[in-house]
Protein backbone atom coordinates (compact mmCIF):
# COMPACT_ATOMS: atom_id res chain seq x y z
CA UNK A 1 0.00 0.00 0.00
CA UNK A 2 2.74 2.34 0.65
CA UNK A 3 4.50 1.91 -2.41
CA UNK A 4 1.49 2.34 -4.54
CA UNK A 5 0.15 5.96 -2.30
CA UNK A 6 3.87 6.80 -2.79
CA UNK A 7 4.19 5.88 -6.14
CA UNK A 8 1.07 7.92 -6.83
CA UNK A 9 2.09 10.92 -5.11
CA UNK A 10 5.28 10.74 -7.14
CA UNK A 11 3.59 10.44 -10.80
CA UNK A 12 1.68 13.28 -9.44
CA UNK A 13 3.96 15.98 -8.67
CA UNK A 14 6.02 14.72 -11.99
CA UNK A 15 2.30 14.60 -13.84
CA UNK A 16 1.49 18.34 -12.63
CA UNK A 17 4.60 20.25 -12.34
CA UNK A 18 7.32 18.18 -14.07
CA UNK A 19 9.52 18.16 -11.08
CA UNK A 20 9.96 16.31 -7.54
CA UNK A 21 10.72 12.40 -8.76
CA UNK A 22 13.77 12.02 -6.50
CA UNK A 23 12.83 14.39 -3.68
CA UNK A 24 9.94 12.65 -3.01
CA UNK A 25 10.88 8.75 -4.05
CA UNK A 26 13.62 9.28 -2.38
CA UNK A 27 12.36 9.31 1.33
CA UNK A 28 9.85 6.25 0.33
CA UNK A 29 12.42 3.91 0.19
CA UNK A 30 14.73 5.28 2.82
CA UNK A 31 12.30 6.36 5.70
CA UNK A 32 9.28 3.84 5.10
CA UNK A 33 10.75 1.06 3.67
CA UNK A 34 14.42 0.91 5.30
CA UNK A 35 16.05 0.40 2.16
CA UNK A 36 19.91 1.45 2.41
CA UNK A 37 20.36 5.65 1.15
CA UNK A 38 23.05 4.37 -1.63
CA UNK A 39 20.22 2.12 -2.69
CA UNK A 40 17.26 4.59 -2.49
CA UNK A 41 18.90 6.84 -4.84
CA UNK A 42 19.49 4.28 -7.79
CA UNK A 43 15.69 3.24 -6.89
CA UNK A 44 14.85 6.64 -7.11
CA UNK A 45 16.71 7.17 -10.21
CA UNK A 46 14.81 4.52 -12.04
CA UNK A 47 11.35 5.33 -10.89
CA UNK A 48 11.37 9.13 -11.55
CA UNK A 49 13.09 8.24 -15.10
CA UNK A 50 10.42 5.90 -15.91
CA UNK A 51 7.40 7.92 -14.85
CA UNK A 52 9.49 10.84 -16.40
CA UNK A 53 10.07 9.17 -19.78
CA UNK A 54 6.58 8.31 -19.85
CA UNK A 55 5.02 11.64 -19.38
CA UNK A 56 7.39 12.75 -21.35
CA UNK A 57 6.82 11.44 -24.29
CA UNK A 58 2.50 12.16 -23.43
CA UNK A 59 3.57 16.03 -23.74
CA UNK A 60 5.46 15.99 -26.57
CA UNK A 61 2.74 13.93 -28.08
CA UNK A 62 0.67 16.69 -27.02
CA UNK A 63 2.61 19.24 -28.19
CA UNK A 64 3.58 20.35 -24.73
CA UNK A 65 7.36 20.27 -25.03
CA UNK A 66 10.11 22.09 -26.71
CA UNK A 67 12.84 20.30 -28.34
CA UNK A 68 15.04 23.00 -28.69
CA UNK A 69 15.07 24.16 -25.39
CA UNK A 70 15.11 20.18 -23.92
CA UNK A 71 18.57 20.37 -26.21
CA UNK A 72 19.62 23.74 -25.09
CA UNK A 73 19.38 22.44 -21.16
CA UNK A 74 19.76 18.94 -21.66
CA UNK A 75 23.06 18.58 -23.37
CA UNK A 76 25.75 20.78 -20.72
CA UNK A 77 23.59 19.55 -17.86
CA UNK A 78 24.99 16.12 -18.19
CA UNK A 79 28.02 17.40 -18.40
CA UNK A 80 27.81 19.15 -15.61
CA UNK A 81 26.49 16.31 -13.26
CA UNK A 82 29.35 14.30 -14.37
CA UNK A 83 31.72 16.95 -13.20
CA UNK A 84 29.29 17.60 -10.16
CA UNK A 85 30.45 14.20 -8.50
CA UNK A 86 33.62 14.92 -7.57
CA UNK A 87 32.77 18.99 -6.35
CA UNK A 88 30.00 17.10 -3.94
CA UNK A 89 32.89 15.93 -2.00
CA UNK A 90 35.08 19.22 -1.29
CA UNK A 91 31.52 21.14 0.08
CA UNK A 92 30.11 20.73 3.38
CA UNK A 93 26.42 18.80 3.15
CA UNK A 94 24.94 22.39 4.60
CA UNK A 95 26.10 24.38 1.92
CA UNK A 96 25.59 22.49 -0.64
CA UNK A 97 21.75 22.69 1.12
CA UNK A 98 21.84 26.34 1.78
CA UNK A 99 23.07 27.49 -2.12
CA UNK A 100 20.23 24.88 -3.50
CA UNK A 101 17.80 27.04 -0.91
CA UNK A 102 18.80 30.01 -1.76
CA UNK A 103 18.14 29.44 -5.42
CA UNK A 104 14.82 27.98 -5.06
CA UNK A 105 13.68 30.82 -2.93
CA UNK A 106 14.93 33.38 -5.42
CA UNK A 107 13.24 31.02 -8.47
CA UNK A 108 10.10 30.82 -6.25
CA UNK A 109 10.05 34.80 -5.82
CA UNK A 110 10.87 35.18 -9.72
CA UNK A 111 7.93 33.07 -11.03
CA UNK A 112 5.39 34.53 -8.48
CA UNK A 113 6.17 38.13 -9.29
CA UNK A 114 6.11 37.45 -13.74
CA UNK A 115 2.60 39.90 -14.83
CA UNK A 116 2.06 38.21 -17.79
CA UNK A 117 1.58 34.96 -18.66
CA UNK A 118 3.24 33.39 -22.12
CA UNK A 119 1.41 32.51 -24.95
CA UNK A 120 1.72 28.46 -24.61
CA UNK A 121 1.10 28.34 -28.95
CA UNK A 122 3.88 30.71 -29.59
CA UNK A 123 6.86 31.21 -27.19
CA UNK A 124 9.78 33.71 -28.16
CA UNK A 125 12.31 32.44 -30.26
CA UNK A 126 15.62 31.23 -29.03
CA UNK A 127 17.96 34.52 -29.20
CA UNK A 128 21.85 33.83 -29.46
CA UNK A 129 21.68 35.13 -26.33
CA UNK A 130 19.26 32.47 -24.60
CA UNK A 131 20.96 29.77 -26.06
CA UNK A 132 23.80 30.72 -24.51
CA UNK A 133 22.40 31.61 -21.06
CA UNK A 134 20.57 28.55 -21.14
CA UNK A 135 23.23 26.41 -21.52
CA UNK A 136 25.61 28.17 -18.77
CA UNK A 137 22.50 27.68 -16.45
CA UNK A 138 22.08 23.85 -17.22
CA UNK A 139 25.56 23.28 -16.84
CA UNK A 140 25.06 24.49 -13.18
CA UNK A 141 22.09 23.10 -12.94
CA UNK A 142 23.67 20.01 -13.44
CA UNK A 143 26.29 20.51 -11.11
CA UNK A 144 24.03 21.36 -8.63
CA UNK A 145 21.72 18.46 -8.94
CA UNK A 146 25.06 15.84 -8.94
CA UNK A 147 25.79 17.47 -5.66
CA UNK A 148 22.92 17.79 -3.99
CA UNK A 149 20.99 14.95 -5.03
CA UNK A 150 17.67 16.43 -5.37
CA UNK A 151 16.20 19.17 -7.19
CA UNK A 152 16.80 19.18 -10.75
CA UNK A 153 13.52 19.61 -11.91
CA UNK A 154 12.55 22.34 -9.10
CA UNK A 155 15.36 24.54 -10.25
CA UNK A 156 14.97 23.53 -14.35
CA UNK A 157 11.65 24.87 -14.31
CA UNK A 158 12.04 27.68 -13.09
CA UNK A 159 15.17 28.52 -15.78
CA UNK A 160 13.03 27.51 -18.94
CA UNK A 161 10.52 30.25 -17.11
CA UNK A 162 12.79 32.79 -16.42
CA UNK A 163 15.80 32.35 -18.79
CA UNK A 164 13.77 31.52 -22.13
CA UNK A 165 10.43 32.69 -21.88
CA UNK A 166 8.79 29.58 -22.26
CA UNK A 167 4.92 28.94 -20.55
CA UNK A 168 5.14 26.71 -17.83
CA UNK A 169 2.99 24.00 -19.12
CA UNK A 170 5.49 23.78 -21.87
CA UNK A 171 8.63 24.17 -19.39
CA UNK A 172 7.02 21.76 -17.45
CA UNK A 173 7.00 18.91 -20.03
CA UNK A 174 10.18 19.66 -21.38
CA UNK A 175 11.32 19.29 -17.85
CA UNK A 176 10.34 15.89 -18.54
CA UNK A 177 12.51 14.78 -20.91
CA UNK A 178 15.28 16.36 -19.40
CA UNK A 179 14.95 14.31 -16.39
CA UNK A 180 14.39 11.39 -18.09
CA UNK A 181 18.04 11.55 -19.53
CA UNK A 182 19.14 12.52 -16.53
CA UNK A 183 18.08 9.98 -14.83
CA UNK A 184 18.86 7.15 -17.22
CA UNK A 185 22.23 8.38 -17.34
CA UNK A 186 22.19 8.47 -13.42
CA UNK A 187 20.87 4.68 -13.64
CA UNK A 188 23.66 3.59 -15.73
CA UNK A 189 26.54 5.64 -13.84
CA UNK A 190 25.36 3.69 -10.96
CA UNK A 191 25.99 0.10 -12.43
CA UNK A 192 29.45 1.30 -13.63
CA UNK A 193 30.60 3.18 -10.66
CA UNK A 194 28.81 1.76 -7.57
CA UNK A 195 27.90 -1.53 -8.40
CA UNK A 196 26.92 -3.07 -4.61
CA UNK A 197 24.46 -0.07 -5.21
CA UNK A 198 22.90 -0.95 -7.82
CA UNK A 199 22.85 -5.19 -7.45
CA UNK A 200 21.48 -4.46 -3.76
CA UNK A 201 18.21 -2.59 -5.70
CA UNK A 202 14.97 -3.98 -5.15
CA UNK A 203 12.98 -3.87 -8.60
CA UNK A 204 9.92 -5.52 -7.72
CA UNK A 205 9.43 -2.29 -4.94
CA UNK A 206 10.94 0.14 -8.15
CA UNK A 207 8.42 -1.53 -10.70
CA UNK A 208 5.38 -1.14 -8.18
CA UNK A 209 6.02 2.56 -7.57
CA UNK A 210 7.05 3.55 -11.28
CA UNK A 211 3.91 1.68 -12.58
CA UNK A 212 1.59 3.37 -9.81
CA UNK A 213 3.25 6.97 -10.63
CA UNK A 214 2.60 6.76 -14.04
CA UNK A 215 -0.88 6.22 -13.45
CA UNK A 216 -0.88 9.03 -11.12
CA UNK A 217 0.92 11.26 -13.84
CA UNK A 218 -1.63 11.07 -16.19
CA UNK A 219 -3.93 12.55 -13.61
CA UNK A 220 -1.49 15.15 -12.36
CA UNK A 221 -1.00 16.09 -16.02
CA UNK A 222 -5.16 16.17 -16.81
CA UNK A 223 -5.21 18.59 -13.62
CA UNK A 224 -2.90 20.77 -14.55
CA UNK A 225 -4.36 21.21 -17.81
CA UNK A 226 -6.89 22.34 -16.17
CA UNK A 227 -5.36 24.95 -13.95
CA UNK A 228 -4.22 28.69 -15.39
CA UNK A 229 -0.87 29.19 -16.02
CA UNK A 230 -0.90 31.65 -13.31
CA UNK A 231 -2.44 29.62 -10.27
CA UNK A 232 0.21 26.82 -11.55
CA UNK A 233 2.74 29.06 -11.05
CA UNK A 234 1.98 30.01 -7.39
CA UNK A 235 1.63 26.31 -6.87
CA UNK A 236 5.42 25.53 -8.11
CA UNK A 237 6.78 28.61 -6.37
CA UNK A 238 4.49 27.25 -2.76
CA UNK A 239 6.34 23.79 -3.30
CA UNK A 240 9.84 24.85 -4.19
CA UNK A 241 9.51 27.05 -0.87
CA UNK A 242 8.80 23.83 1.01
CA UNK A 243 11.42 21.68 -0.60
CA UNK A 244 13.93 24.10 -0.35
CA UNK A 245 13.27 24.41 3.44
CA UNK A 246 13.32 20.61 3.84
CA UNK A 247 16.46 20.21 2.16
CA UNK A 248 17.83 22.84 4.64
CA UNK A 249 16.91 21.21 7.48
CA UNK A 250 17.67 18.05 6.95
CA UNK A 251 20.71 18.66 6.03
CA UNK A 252 21.58 21.03 9.20
CA UNK A 253 20.14 17.92 11.10
CA UNK A 254 16.90 19.47 11.99
CA UNK A 255 15.49 16.79 10.11
CA UNK A 256 16.53 13.00 9.34
CA UNK A 257 16.51 11.08 6.49
CA UNK A 258 18.57 7.92 6.59
CA UNK A 259 17.02 4.25 6.99
Not at 29 to 49: N, W
Not at 175 to 194: D, E, H, K, P, R
Not at 240 to 258: D, F, I, P, R, T
Request: glycine share 12%.
Amino acid sequence: MIEVLGGALVGLSLGLMGAGGAILSIPIFTLVLGHAIAVSKVEALAVTGSIALFSGMRAVIARNTDLARFAAFALPGLVGAWLGGPLGKMISPIVQASLFGALAVVAAWRMTAAQKDQDPDSPPPLSARAIALATVTGFLIGVLTSVIGVGGGFLLVPALVLVTGLPIKRAAGTSLLVIAVNSGVGVAASAFYQREAFDSVDWQSVSIVALCGIVGSVAGARFGAMLPARMLRRIFAAVLVLVALGVVLKESGVLHASG
